[in-house]
C-alpha cells in the first residue's frame, strides 16, 4: 500500500521561500508519477506540479510556473516542492499525490493515492 507522507509547510512572509518535501513509501515508485496539488476551503484541488519518477519530466500549473520546482530523490523516495517568491494567494493544504496510470497529470482522477497535506499560510 503506498503511503505519502508530506512536511515542510508553514508561514511565511510575501516573497519568501518554503519547500514541502513528500516520503513515499509501500512501492517501487520508478514507473509513477508524483503530483502535488493545493486546496483552499470551498474550492476544487488545484493542480501545482508533477514529476514522472523515471524520467523527471516536470509539469507546472500556470499559477506557480517561474517559481516554484518539482524534483526528486530516488535514493530517499522523496518528491520535493521549492516553492520561491510565495504570495498570499499561494496559501493552501498542500498534497502529495502518487499515480501509476497513463494520464493527464493535471487532474485529480488520475491520482489513486495521496497524502494528509501540509498547510502553507503565506502573510502579506
Known amino acids: 500500500q503506498v503511503q505519502l507522507v508530506e512536511s515542510g509547510g508553514g508561514l511565511v512572509q510575501a516573497g519568501g521561500s518554503l519547500r514541502l518535501s513528500c516520503a513515499a513509501s509501500?512501492?517501487?515508485?520508478?514507473?509513477?508519477?508524483m503530483g502535488w496539488f493545493r486546496q483552499t476551503p470551498g474550492k476544487e484541488r488545484e493542480f501545482v506540479a508533477a514529476?514522472?519518477?523515471?524520467?523527471?519530466?516536470?509539469y507546472y500549473g500556470d499559477s506557480v510556473k517561474g517559481r516554484f520546482t518539482i524534483s526528486r530523490d530516488g535514493a530517499k523516495n522523496t518528491v520535493y516542492l521549492q516553492m520561491n517568491s510565495l504570495k498570499p494567494e499561494d496559501t493552501a493544504v498542500y498534497c502529495c499525490a502518487a499515480s501509476n496510470r497513463q494520464g493527464v497529470v493535471t487532474t485529480t482522477s488520475m491520482y489513486d493515492n495521496w497524502g494528509q497535506g501540509t498547510q502553507v499560510t503565506v502573510s502579506s
Open positions: 509501500g512501492r517501487t515508485f520508478s514507473r509513477y508519477v
Open positions: 514529476i514522472s519518477w523515471s524520467f523527471g519530466n516536470t
